[in-house]
């Protein structure tokens, strides 16, 4: 007898019920749309019909390797065809892809390797001489590697050698292209590994899950409002929480992808005015590229172009230069260990009638969550209650739903105590607003506390960026023997302004902020960031700790 008259007979049918994974929408778009284009990458074009091809080849060849569930492979590449075909190629077979950030020194990717237990690595020859000293202090020889060789590349002393017995080319020949790929049976199965930027000792490696991947793709699509085809232009290195999930939105929508194998201001503008770019993903240094152009390399184009702009909160005067040279930005929110943007500050009509000042403010903050997730909340970690809507009080930012990371590879003590009461932890402090909206105000380890007052390093951070010649700004904690800690600020200059003093800045903060919250220090030159934008604070701390 039945449960009850909703089970009788209608239980999950092996016909007809399929795991969620995003590798289902390249499939679809083979045949809904088998003759748009789907990747540009200088004169090289494709098809969806001959990006599938190339992908299933991929799948087939690992195959033939050996490669299936549960396998890794570690791909090293810049924004190029390859790796957008990895996001499809390797799970194809059932392995979890590992992209690797081209960005980081020969001992961590020798460790994500080794800790991700990779049997396959493609990596392009750009990246040689560091691939080559990772593999001399991994010191396995039963990892293959295939080379990817690209004649757009440019080489340093030292790049550009061959490491493998074949090259990428080669190895999709040795595929069929009527190799019978299978869809996961579980969607909890991992799909792709993801490691953190590693700021305060190892990277920790995040696993992503194939039903997570495949709402947050869609997600995308919905808050972005995206529409049918649209094109998607590669700032966003695709390494990075797999380009936010965007490689697979954009099969999803039928989109084109313009790679980009190295970012300027001067590719960018041409690319948008070459191919009408409708969309594409930074953090704010990819926005200064925009603002900070010189005028020879900017192109005109008559259409507005979308922005989504996560990592710090953009400050206000960037929000406001790039919408009025065409853009239209939207901040989103996320981390590695939520695929990516799992919220964005959705914005109101009613807002277009504010002031200026206010709707960059609005337009700053962080959000609400994605659709598809399913809680986002301020809560104090200690009662683990969500705070008061205020807009004052601080708590630490958690999330929940299906847009949360599987757990940390082999690391379940970091696991447990990531989801500690339930929630992710993510270790922002926030704020919650009335109107339900969250606010970043710091990473709980960039807090500072002067004289037992909590100074925001990003509040600071947003005067800064007021001043005409700051072109980046970063605000670190301090010691001082009366007050505990200051800021001190580290900032970069526009060029044309290195007659700007110290003096001259730390005037200019006074007159914008309570004097408590004043920077101490400023020093001026080149501010560390990765190759994602983020401004690499531990490396501040460490000129600090020396000085």
């Known amino acids: 007898m039945a449960k009850n008259a909703y089970e009788d007979g209608m239980d999950k049918n092996a016909a007809n019920y399929q795991a969620l994974t995003p590798l289902s929408f390249i499939r679809r778009t083979r045949d809904v749309y088998p003759d748009y284009t789907s990747v540009i990458y200088g004169n090289r074009r494709y098809t969806w019909r001959q990006s599938y091809e190339r992908c299933v080849r991929l799948a087939s060849a690992l195959s033939a390797q050996g490669i299936g569930t549960g396998d890794t492979v570690a791909v090293m590449a810049a924004n190029t065809p390859e790796l957008f075909e990895a996001h499809y190629g390797i799970p194809m077979c059932?392995?979890?892809?590992?992209?690797?950030?081209?960005?980081?020194?020969?001992?961590?990717?020798?460790?994500?390797?080794?800790?991700?237990?990779?049997?396959?690595?493609?990596?392009?020859?750009?990246?040689?001489?560091?691939?080559?000293?990772?593999?001399?202090?991994?010191?396995?020889?039963?990892?293959?590697?295939?080379?990817?060789?690209?004649?757009?590349?440019?080489?340093?002393?030292?790049?550009?050698?061959?490491?493998?017995?074949?090259?990428?080319?080669?190895?999709?020949?040795?595929?069929?292209?009527?190799?019978?790929?299978?869809?996961?049976?579980?969607?909890?199965?991992?799909?792709?590994?993801?490691?953190?930027?590693?700021?305060?000792?190892?990277?920790?490696?995040?696993?992503?899950?194939?039903?997570?991947?495949?709402?947050?793709?869609?997600?995308?699509?919905?808050?972005?409002?995206?529409?049918?085809?649209?094109?998607?232009?590669?700032?966003?290195?695709?390494?990075?929480?797999?380009?936010?999930?965007?490689?697979?939105?954009?099969?999803?929508?039928?989109?084109?992808s313009i790679c980009l194998r190295r970012v300027t201001g001067a590719n960018i503008y041409a690319a948008i005015a070459e191919h009408r770019v409708t969309h594409f993903c930074g953090a704010p240094i990819v926005l200064n590229l925009v603002i900070n152009a010189d005028e020879d390399e900017r192109r005109d184009f008559s259409h507005r172009v979308s922005i989504m702009t996560a990592a710090a909160p953009p400050p206000a005067a960037t929000l406001k230069r790039i919408r009025d040279i065409g853009f239209d930005v939207t901040h989103a929110y996320g981390l590695t260990e939520t695929y990516g943007p799992a919220s964005l500050c959705v914005w109101h009509p009613e807002w277009d009638a504010l002031a200026e000042a206010e709707q960059m403010r609005l337009g700053g903050r962080q959000g609400v969550r994605y659709p598809v997730l399913e809680g986002l909340d301020v809560i104090d970690p200690e009662t683990m209650t969500p705070v008061p809507r205020d807009g004052q009080t601080m708590g630490e930012v958690m999330f929940r739903g299906n847009i949360v990371m599987k757990g940390y590879l082999k690391n379940p003590a970091a696991t447990d105590a990531a989801f500690e009461g339930g929630w992710f932890h993510s270790g922002d402090l926030g704020v919650m607003e009335p109107d339900g909206y969250i606010r970043i105000r710091d990473r709980s380890k960039d807090v500072i506390i002067s004289g037992g007052e909590n100074i925001s390093s990003i509040e600071v951070e947003d005067a800064l960026y007021k001043h005409p010649a700051i072109l980046i700004a970063a605000v670190i904690a301090r010691p001082h023997e009366k007050w505990g800690e200051t800021p001190c600020a580290f900032v970069e200059l526009k060029p044309g302004n290195?007659?700007?003093?110290?003096?001259?800045?730390?005037?200019?903060?006074?007159?914008?902020?309570?004097?408590?919250?004043?920077?101490?220090?400023?020093?001026?030159?080149?501010?560390?960031?990765?190759?994602?934008?983020?401004?690499?604070?531990?490396?501040?701390?460490?000129?600090?700790?020396?000085?």
Not at 161 to 168: M, Q, R, S
Not at 191 to 217: E, I, Q, W
Not at 536 to 541: G, W
Request: negative net charge; aromatic residues 10%; proline residues 4%.
């Open 498 to 547: 290195e007659t700007v003093t110290e003096a001259e800045i730390i005037a200019f903060c006074r007159d914008n902020l309570a004097h408590y919250k004043c920077p101490g220090m400023v020093v001026i030159g080149d501010v560390p960031k990765t190759s994602t934008g983020k401004i690499q604070k531990f490396k501040l701390r460490e000129r600090v700790e020396e000085t």
């Open 94 to 256: 059932g392995a979890v892809l590992n992209a690797i950030n081209t960005r980081l020194d020969a001992d961590t990717v020798a460790y994500i390797l080794d800790h991700g237990d990779a049997k396959v690595l493609i990596a392009d020859t750009q990246f040689s001489l560091v691939v080559k000293q990772a593999l001399g202090i991994l010191g396995r020889d039963d990892l293959t590697v295939i080379d990817i060789v690209d004649d757009q590349a440019v080489f340093n002393p030292g790049e550009g050698e061959v490491l493998g017995e074949t090259d990428y080319e080669a190895f999709l020949e040795t595929g069929d292209p009527s190799y019978d790929w299978k869809l996961p049976e579980d969607e909890w199965q991992a799909l792709a590994l993801n490691y953190t930027s590693g700021t305060s000792g190892r990277p920790k490696g995040v696993v992503y899950h194939h039903r997570g991947a495949y709402l947050n793709a869609l997600s995308n699509a919905l808050v972005w409002n995206m529409g049918t085809n649209p094109v998607y232009l590669w700032t966003l290195p695709m390494f990075h929480c797999n380009g936010w999930c965007f490689p697979w939105t954009l099969a999803a929508m039928g989109g084109t």
